[in-house]
């Protein structure tokens, strides 16, 4: 073959790898400026209550789009912790809050709102991401419901419990300490399960933390991270072969779990709806959390639960318990991390008997080389830069 002919064929061959489609974002409405946090905080209200975003996956006949309760809004101290939590967040992730689907929007179209609030929500746990597939447009097609800009089927939405804003949760520290006895199903909130110890002050923190987990979610659906494999379902109703970087698979799944068992087990590999808590990975991760410390926790034997949390930070190679439950979790954990790493002016403590030890400081400088594959791939996602 001449060389002319070979590198013809080469172009060819990668052209065709190019050609590999990916993806398009959900993320098309644009605010009109991503740094102002007080144009952030006005654009929330509270979500009506009959929208219940984890009944709705698939389900075209009678969906109805999340909207605002009419007539209510935050108070102004919510609205301050709010403005708090997004004047600290890092510009990636202030970009996406900019591009989540207006909603609500005046008769000229140029008020809208783009987060909601779970309102009377004392549950921190109740926060939901929700990114609306095609599969919700029905035989009518896909139709642009009032107030929107976006038809149903392009939606990226955000909502965080009140609890958040209005002093049910105090600090991050009372967030995190809240979420791990939920994931252990510790009832009563036992104080030996508090191992989170500073800083108790700072809502906007527990704000920030929430948002970014919640945003998580909302970014592995936008970007197809996990239909890495040919029959998800939304790479059917995307009309796409999968991500544009396949790194949930050969990064994050390698690192810390098994991508057979997360492709072979079907109502595992095609989940596009998370409940809180909810496991299933138990058999699937190489380097075991042991959840059987449910049984310990309602034994009461708060040692042995210590215990295993501890050696689970101690290995560096998860960011938190939370992302230790499944590969989904720890995907959306690790660019919750990344976001406080990024932009926490204090350390986050945690203490298991001994030494405080800052969870974020051990993620910057001394992650085990798992852990620093998982941050690659938000990287190679284009997600955290
Ligand atoms: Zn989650």
Request: net charge neutral; aromatic share 10%.
């Amino acid at each position: 073959m001449r060389l002319s002919s070979l590198l013809f064929l080469i172009t060819c061959l990668l052209g065709s790898l190019n050609a590999r489609a990916q993806p398009s974002t959900h993320f098309i409405d644009t605010c009109a400026d991503p740094n102002d946090e007080t144009l952030f905080a006005n654009s929330a209200c509270y979500v009506d209550p009959s929208y219940e975003p984890g009944k709705k996956i698939g389900k075209a006949a009678g969906y109805n789009p999340p909207m605002c309760i009419q007539g209510a809004s935050l108070s102004d101290s919510e609205k301050g912790i709010l403005k708090a939590a997004h004047k600290l967040a890092p510009d990636y992730m202030k970009a996406r809050l900019c591009g989540l689907t207006f909603h609500d929007c005046d008769a000229n179209g140029k008020n809208c709102f783009q987060l909601f609030v779970i309102r009377n929500s004392s549950t921190p746990s109740a926060s939901w991401g929700f990114w609306e597939a095609n599969d919700l447009c029905g035989s009518g097609g896909c139709t642009t419901p009032q107030g929107r800009k976006q038809a149903i089927g392009l939606g990226v939405f955000i909502a965080i419990s009140e609890s958040l804003l209005n002093g049910g949760i105090s600090s991050i520290v009372d967030l995190e300490n809240k979420l791990a006895g939920q994931l252990l199903r510790a009832t009563g909130n036992p104080r030996a399960l508090q191992f989170f110890k500073s800083p108790t002050t700072m809502p906007e923190l527990a704000t920030l933390d929430a948002l970014a987990h919640e945003l998580g979610h909302v970014l592995l659906a936008d970007t197809d991270a996990d239909g890495f494999f040919m029959d998800h379902p939304r790479n059917v109703l995307r009309g796409v072969t999968g991500p544009g970087n396949d790194c949930f698979g050969s990064k994050l799944l390698n690192a810390s779990w098994s991508k057979t068992e997360f492709i072979n087990t079907k109502p595992l590999r095609a989940e596009r709806w998370i409940d809180f808590a909810k496991n299933k990975g138990d058999t699937r991760t190489k380097n075991q959390f042991d959840w059987s410390a449910y049984g310990n926790v309602t034994n009461g034997e708060y040692t042995k639960v210590i215990d295993k949390i501890s050696k689970l930070y101690a290995r560096k190679d998860f960011v938190s318990l939370w992302a230790a439950l499944r590969p989904e979790e720890d995907f959306v954990e690790t660019y919750k991390y990344k976001v406080l790493i990024d932009k926490m002016p204090v350390p986050l403590t945690v203490n298991f008997g001994g030494a405080d030890i800052d969870v974020l400081d051990f993620i910057r400088n001394s992650p085990a080389q798992d852990l620093k594959n998982k941050l690659q791939c938000l990287n190679d996602l284009g997600l955290t830069r």
